[in-house]
């Protein structure tokens, strides 16, 4: 429950108290005090509502202990029911969550804060990871998140940012760190980088969600779209992407009829938006593209694989990096054949792009297994599990070299 309500429930408590790192303190507490009484008198009927009364009274006492008689103490004691235990049911508003929630998204992806900070601090207060989870996902020690975390909210703090979301004149220079954080808890939640789990539905759904009030609330971006688009797609196929004991399944090995073709639809829906409100597609755009490609195709062999060539070729213009040319790479596999690929993965290693990375070998050691070159290719496979840091991929890895026999 707190997973998926956390974010509603600090955005609502910074809305009350218009303090952002307060608010965040007083959801724990709320919280620190649920793990104590519920087990004993059990849960709550409106458990989220709970945790948002809770927290408002620890507020008001707060306030009043220190004697605070600013803006923001008159405000809650003007309220009619501040002396009383508040109706739950009247703290949580579902016509005012969505903006609180992206109220919330705008001030942690505020230009005050170092682009890390931003990350961090999404990640933890709207994502609801912990610090270890966030550390392990960009390969920094936790004390170096909390520290940015920390920062992050004095910073809020010191520069008096208002629980708001910016006007129409800020909102575009804003939009784009907005845009990657959504994406990288997306992410997080499709291809978890730590754990047992795979795909961690309540992370991509929480930012499919959050995805759909942007764009909603800017439908004059095209990248808002683009990036919803994406989500859409790439969620689509999350029903057929892992078997009954949670490994994963491959693409060609997927069922095609599993997949959530209402939410290919939207995605489709939301690229042809895309389209039609901007001068051609952007970086999210342009993979969704990519999505749609795989999302309309009966099977793998019937993919239009020289489109998804052509369309990695553009998405490496706009966004160059080294995933982009490795994902380039298979799907030339597909277009023109392992040989052809393997040449284009070579080019990578001679760089040194993607060193350290178990995508690398993955990608190589497959491509050795189509040409026939077992041996290279148990080298590559085993040098990725030793990489991986998901113990799903790991074992997936693991049975294809078990298939390579000897």
């Known amino acids: 429950m707190w997973r998926i309500e956390s974010a509603h429930i600090v955005a609502t408590l910074a809305r009350y108290t218009g303090d952002f790192a307060l608010a965040e303190d007083l959801a724990q507490e709320a919280l620190a005090e649920a793990l104590v009484g519920w087990p004993r008198d059990g849960v709550p009927a409106n458990p989220a509502g709970w945790l948002l009364t809770v927290g408002r009274r620890r507020a008001i006492d707060g306030f009043r202990r220190r004697a605070a008689r600013d803006e923001r103490y008159a405000a809650l004691a003007r309220d009619p029911g501040a002396d009383q235990p508040a109706d739950p049911d009247l703290l949580w508003d579902p016509d005012r969550i969505e903006d609180d929630a992206l109220a919330l998204l705008f001030v942690s992806c505020h230009p005050a804060l170092s682009p890390e900070s931003q990350v961090a601090l999404t990640l ?3 994502g609801g990871l912990t610090s270890d989870e966030i550390a392990r996902g960009f390969l920094v020690p936790t004390a170096t998140v909390q520290a940015r975390i920390t920062r992050a909210k004095k910073t809020l703090a010191a520069a008096r940012v208002p629980f708001e979301v910016p006007p129409a004149a800020e909102r575009r220079e804003r939009l784009g760190p907005v845009l990657s954080v959504l994406y990288l808890i997306f992410t997080e939640g499709s291809s978890a980088t730590s754990g047992r789990d795979l795909i961690r539905v309540d992370l991509a759904v929480e930012a499919t969600r959050l995805a759909r009030v942007l764009a909603r609330l800017v439908s004059e971006e095209p ?20 078997d009954a004991a949670g490994d994963p399944v491959l693409l060609e090995d997927q069922d095609r009829r599993r997949w959530d073709h209402a939410a290919i639809r939207r995605g489709r829906a939301a690229l042809a938006r895309a389209g039609q409100v901007g001068r051609g597609l952007g970086a999210y755009g342009v993979q969704a593209a990519i999505a749609e490609c795989h999302a309309v195709a009966p099977s793998v062999a019937a993919t239009d694989w020289e489109r998804v060539v052509l369309l990695y070729e553009a998405l490496g213009r706009l ?70 840091p998901q113990e799903r991929e790991r074992r997936l890895l693991r049975r294809k070299i078990v298939a390579l026999g000897g």
């Open 223 to 242: 990248e808002v779209h683009g990036l919803l688009a994406l989500l859409e797609l790439t969620a689509a196929r999350f029903p057929a992407r892992l």
């Open 124 to 126: 933890r207060v709207l």
């Open 319 to 388: 966004a160059p990096s080294p995933v982009v040319a490795l994902n380039r790479a298979v799907a030339l596999a597909m277009a023109e054949g392992p040989a052809a690929a393997l040449a284009a993965v070579d080019e990578l290693v001679a760089e040194g792009r993607l060193a350290g990375s178990h995508l690398l070998p993955s990608v190589r050691g497959e491509l050795l297994t189509r040409l026939g070159r077992a041996d290279e290719a148990r080298a590559e496979l085993e040098a990725a599990v030793v990489l991986c």
